[in-house]
Every structure is written in C-alpha cells, then in structure tokens.
C-alpha cells in the first residue's frame, strides 16, 4: 500500500536553530498538509498545499513557517528562528481530492525536540 | 465549546465486549466525518469515514446524525489490538481543513 513518508524520525535542535522537515507524499496525491501534536494534546491542523501554493492554513501558521514543494516528490516544512514550544510531532499529510469523506492519509512523524 | 469534543475515557474493556464511543461537533458547516485511530506516538490511521445513512466495516459501525452534530463509532467483538486512541475528525465541504477531538482512550484487557 502507497505511503507518506517523512524524514527525519527524531530532530533534535537548538532554540532560535532553523529546521527543514521532509515528506514525500504519496505519488499520485495532489493535496498536502502539516499538522503538528503536542505531546499528550490533539491533533492541530497547519497547512494544506496544493498547485504549488498554500490553499488554507490555520492561525498557528505564522511568519515562522513557510512551506515548499521543491521538486516533483518532496514537500518541506521549514521552522526558523525555533523556540522551545515548537516542539511536537510533525505530521505530513496527503491526499488526492478534497471533495466530501476523501479522507487524508499519515506520514508516520517526525518528533522535533528544541533544546 | 470546542469544535470537536469527545470524551477522553479512558475506557476499560474486557475482550469480547462491545463499546460505544461520542464525539460532538459545533460547526454546523461540517460535511465530512471520519473516524482514526492513533497507537501511542504513532501517525493517525485512517478507520473509517462516517456517511450519512450510518456504515458499517466489520466491527465497527459509525452514525451520524447532522441534526444533533453528534457522531458515534461502535465497536464490537473488541481484541486486544482495538486498545489505541479513538479520533473524531470533521472537515467542512472541499475544505482542506481537518479539525481532530483530543480523542478517546481504549484499552482492551485479556
């Protein structure tokens, strides 16, 4: 079964560090998004992405990040200037359609810790 | 309130039992419904959408009813690799936007 994939598992960083997180999306999927998860709280939607823009994204999503597709398979997440509440899970998300019950489909995360 | 709300268990349930999961949501805009489930640390897995007749996957049956903005998931026959955390997810139309309940615990007990 197609998966999302996400790089790296675990990144550990400096407070005010920048870092590039990486997905590639499944393959024939056109719609992709990040979320992120404190540990022991629910899940926050970002940022979705579509047609080499950003079609929505939520009020977390400010000037610190930026995303990009940068070529035919990986899509980023950049955080700059991290500060120690950036940590979390970062999901990578993808799907083909947004049209009603299309569901999105999970990278398995990468764990950003800021030291 | 919160736009998705679920009670956080945790629910403690012998095998074989049957359990019962809530989740409410506050936007009457939502259209799209969805069950997950997350394993502890793990990615969200997508169990089952919710339609609006009600569907059923095996175990697991899951209502809707728009009129109340109520979702429910049922679980039957429950093993002990159904324990994870139940997520209620709401999306409005042709939006990107998935809006996820803290979730619900489950543990199965032998």
């Known amino acids: 079964e197609p998966e999302v994939t996400q790089t790296p598992s675990h990144q550990v960083t400096q407070m005010g560090q920048e870092v590039i997180l990486r997905c590639v999306p499944i393959s024939n999927h056109l719609y992709f998004y990040w979320y992120r998860q404190i540990l022991g709280q629910k899940v926050e939607f970002l940022v979705s992405?579509?047609?080499?823009?950003?079609?929505?994204k939520s009020e977390i999503f400010d000037d610190q990040f930026s995303v990009e597709r940068p070529d035919g398979s990986n899509f980023t997440l950049k955080i700059r200037s991290t500060k120690l509440e950036d940590s979390a899970m970062y999901f990578c998300?993808?799907?083909?359609?947004?049209?009603?019950?299309?569901?999105?489909?999970f990278g398995d995360g990468t764990r950003l810790s800021i030291l | 309130r919160k736009e998705v709300e679920q009670d956080p268990g945790p629910f403690n349930v012998p095998e074989g039992a049957t359990v019962a999961f809530n989740c409410t949501y506050s936007?009457?805009?939502?259209?799209?419904f969805f069950w997950y489930r997350q394993d502890c640390r793990k990615e969200p897995k997508l169990l089952m959408s919710v339609y609006s007749s009600g569907n059923e996957d095996g175990r697991f049956t899951a209502q809707l009813n728009r009129a109340s903005q109520y979702i429910s998931l049922l679980i039957r026959d429950s093993k002990l690799s159904d324990s994870a955390t139940y997520l209620c997810v709401v999306k409005k139309a042709n939006n990107n936007d998935m809006r996820f309940g803290a979730g619900t615990r489950l543990t199965v007990k032998p």
């Open positions: 936007n009457s805009a939502s259209q799209s």
């Open positions: 998300a993808s799907s083909d359609r947004v049209e009603n019950n299309q569901p999105q489909h």
């Open positions: 992405f579509y047609n080499n823009e950003i079609s929505e």
